[in-house]
């Protein structure tokens, strides 16, 4: 099973390893909802694959997408000869006749037979009706496009969220070790201050406020734990996978980012592959095969039409004759209306307005998107420097609560010094792993913006 597996990635890289892991994500999953196990690692990158593959609303996306297919397709098809094939059958009762207006009535059978039948078959084939089905086609086809891109964007769309989602479970797993290790401190702290009590060197209101300040440590523990179990909660719902799986993030809020200058190139490109403006574009493209279509009723049509078909009785002759005869003809149907020359006048002159209000729409969806493509990247930048400057910042709180600390220990400072330092050191660490997840939620914010997710 493992080989078949390797030989399928190998051959069909890198759709192969998508399924691989798919299909391993799968295994596992059906694992964690039927044992006690039910913890996956998981990176993410892979999360984000998954989710775009398996999110409800991608797949939602997908069907329309395959419908827009089969209507362009049928569209195409209308190019085709349509033919009808027809077939009926009389039994008429016996004629009855009048003289001296209703009265003197008999009744005669009918001539040359009371039965009559019909078999045929009918033909019709458009040669010209004014660019009708071109535009049709037209229209089809970018509307095709444009159920692709609504694909796409839903896509990049739910793999951003769960990226964002992702990065607030790393936040709170991290911020877990954090308050874990401030339990630690606190419970420490208790125990070095009731020794402090019995040896008669601080009051009673320090040891009472230190018990305080654990219990106030324990109930955030307890909180990140809810938060924790909300997020994955909501990962999961991204990911479409049971509730009963709990996601363990593989990937930290430390992970290499990608550097402020790789980014330019999105940005650049941002107002021209964003999906928004990609979908504006294709949104004129129908626009503009609907005035084509408009425009194409204003002129005249073109077909060969022909049929043949077995008749019974003959009445082309006269008298009838009872007998059964076959008869085919081919021919050329032109028409043309003229009532559009009135009607269609002011369909046209909206159905172009629109067009224009289209290209205007385009125009403001391109300038939003550059504003808001550079807007992240100075937040990137930004991101970025923060992360610096709060590395600098746990480290001094780091020192400067080991100094507290130590003077407390030594009665050389208050409890309230050292409990606004452990707050301090604390805070600072939650800074960092903020400043870092937020770093990577614009990156994919960015990504996503300009039609690259």
Same mark, same amino acid.
């Given at each position: 099973m493992c080989n078949y597996i390797k030989n399928i990635a190998k051959r069909y890289w890198p759709a192969g390893i998508l399924f691989v892991w798919t299909l391993m994500l799968d295994m596992t999953i059906a694992r964690a909802q039927t044992g006690s196990v039910n913890n996956y690692k998981i990176s993410l990158s892979e999360a984000v694959d998954f989710a775009k593959t398996r999110n409800k609303l991608v797949q939602a996306a997908g069907v329309e997408e395959a419908a827009t297919s089969e209507d362009k397709k049928d569209i195409y098809k209308a190019a085709l000869p349509a033919i009808h094939a027809n077939g009926s059958y009389q039994k008429f009762s016996g004629l009855t006749l009048f003289s001296d207006g209703l009265r003197h009535a008999h009744t005669v059978p009918a001539a040359p037979t009371p039965n009559a039948a019909a078999l045929g078959i009918e033909a019709l084939f458009n040669i010209y009706s004014?660019?009708?089905?071109?535009?049709?086609?037209?229209?089809?086809?970018?509307?095709?496009?444009?159920?692709?891109?609504?694909?796409?964007?839903?896509?990049?769309?739910?793999a951003y969220q769960t990226a964002a989602q992702y990065l607030e479970l790393v936040r709170l797993n991290e911020q877990e070790k954090f308050i874990l290790d401030q339990v630690k401190r606190a419970e420490v702290r208790v125990k070095n201050i009731n020794s402090l009590y019995n040896n008669q060197k601080?009051?009673?209101?320090?040891?009472?406020?230190?018990?305080?300040?654990?219990?106030?440590?324990?109930?955030?523990?307890?909180?990140?734990?809810?938060?924790?179990?909300i997020a994955n909660q909501k990962l999961v719902v991204l990911m479409d996978i049971p509730d009963s799986v709990n996601i363990i993030p593989l990937d930290s809020a430390g992970m290499i980012k990608p550097a402020v200058n790789t980014l330019l190139p999105l940005v650049d490109a941002a107002e021209v592959s964003s999906y928004g403006v990609q979908k504006a574009a294709e949104g004129i493209e129908?626009?503009?095969?609907?005035?084509?279509?408009?425009?194409?009723?204003?002129?005249?049509?073109?077909? !060969?039409?022909?049929? *043949?078909? #077995?008749? +019974?009785?003959?009445?082309?002759?006269?008298?009838?004759?009872?007998?059964?005869?076959?008869?085919?003809?081919?021919?050329?149907?032109?028409?043309?209306?003229?009532?559009?020359?009135?009607h269609d006048k002011s369909k046209i002159a909206a159905a172009k307005l629109r067009v224009k209000e289209l290209e205007i729409q385009q125009q403001a969806y391109s300038d939003n998107v550059r504003s808001e493509s550079r807007a992240y990247y100075a937040k990137y930048a930004e991101a970025l420097t923060r992360i610096a400057v709060d590395e600098h910042s746990v480290e001094q709180a780091a020192v400067n609560y080991q100094i507290v600390n130590n003077k407390y220990l030594n009665q050389l400072a208050l409890l309230t010094d050292l409990l606004d330092a452990d707050n301090l050191y604390q805070e600072t660490r939650f800074n960092l792993v903020k400043a870092?997840?937020?770093? !990577?939620?614009?990156? *994919?914010? #960015?990504? +996503?913006?300009?039609?690259n997710l």
């Open positions: 004014g660019g009708k089905q071109r535009a049709l086609q037209s229209e089809y086809t970018s509307r095709l496009k444009l159920a692709k891109l609504n694909t796409k964007d839903q896509s990049g769309n739910i601080v009051t009673r209101s320090d040891v009472l406020r230190a018990e305080v300040n654990l219990s106030n440590v324990r109930l955030a523990l307890e909180q990140n734990k809810n938060d924790i179990a129908v626009q503009q095969a609907k005035v084509k279509g408009i425009e194409s009723t204003g002129k005249p049509s073109l077909s !060969f039409y022909s049929g *043949y078909g #077995l008749n +019974y009785p003959n009445r082309l002759l006269y008298p009838p004759v009872d007998q059964a005869y076959a008869i085919g003809f081919v021919g050329l149907k032109v028409q043309y209306s003229i009532s559009s020359i009135y870092q997840t937020e770093a !990577f939620v614009i990156y *994919y914010h #960015l990504l +996503y913006t300009s039609g």
